[in-house]
Structure formats: structure tokens, C-alpha cells
């Protein structure tokens, strides 16, 4: 499955002879984790178990292969600081501020994560 993902990202990237690097392969390797997620929630809502347990088990294994994930405690760190740097002050500043932290949580962080814990900063 994953191997499989690879091959057609390489192909869609610059066709057959296209190799992919590791930033490439962490790339897929996440995209590939986000659709197991979707996926588990919108089984779960259609209550079919036997699915969500298979997808659950491909996610189990597309984990081992992305880095550790980073805690909600040092993502607001992260955030705290960003929005000193930036001077964020409102929701106007979001974008501003996703900017500045997206690379410093880039697949050590799930991108809703991170954006909920800026909302959150930004209005309290």
C-alpha cells in the first residue's frame, strides 16, 4: 500500500524516472496517516466496525514510519512564541502566525492540532 502510494507520487511528480526523497517519502507517508484518520471517523459514523479496525491497523503501521509526534504542551510553547516574534494579536494574524510555525511542526504535528491551540492562544 504504501509502496504502492510512493510509486504514484513519484510518477505524478515528475513521471517514471522521478526518484523521491525522503522529504518526499515523509510527505506520503503523512498524507497517507491523514486518510486512515478520515477514514476511521467516517466508518466510525457509519458504524462499520470491521473497517475501522482496518484501517486502524494500517495506521498502526504507517506510524512506525513518521517521526514523534509532538505534545500539545510544546506545541503552544511554539505557538506562545511565535506570536511573540509575529506580535500576533487577533484571529486577523492567523495566517501570519501559521506561517511561522507550520515549518517548525512540520510532520512532527498534525495540522488541525496545531491550528485549534493558535485559535485558542489568539482568543484568550
Known amino acids: 500500500m504504501l509502496l504502492s502510494a510512493i510509486n504514484y507520487y513519484e510518477i505524478q511528480k515528475g513521471g ?3 526518484v523521491a526523497t525522503e522529504e518526499d ?3 506520503v507517508i503523512q498524507n ?3 486518510q486512515r484518520r478520515d477514514s476511521i471517523e467516517q466508518f466510525k459514523i457509519a458504524q462499520r466496525q470491521e473497517l475501522v479496525d482496518k484501517e486502524t491497523k494500517e495506521l498502526e503501521f504507517l506510524s512506525v514510519y513518521l517521526p514523534e509526534q509532538m505534545s ?6 511554539l505557538v506562545k512564541e511565535a ?3 509575529t506580535g500576533a494579536t487577533s484571529m486577523a494574524d492567523m495566517g501570519k502566525l501559521m506561517g511561522a510555525l507550520m515549518p517548525k511542526v512540520k510532520g512532527k ?3 488541525n492540532l496545531v491550528s485549534g491551540i493558535v ?3 489568539l482568543t484568550s
Open 83 to 85: 506570536i511573540t516574534q
Open 25 to 27: 517519502i515523509l510527505t
Open 109 to 111: 504535528a498534525d495540522g
Open 16 to 18: 517514471a524516472g522521478y
Open 32 to 34: 497517507q496517516a491523514k
Open 119 to 121: 485559535k485558542k492562544e
Open 72 to 77: 500539545e504542551e510544546e506545541i503552544t510553547k
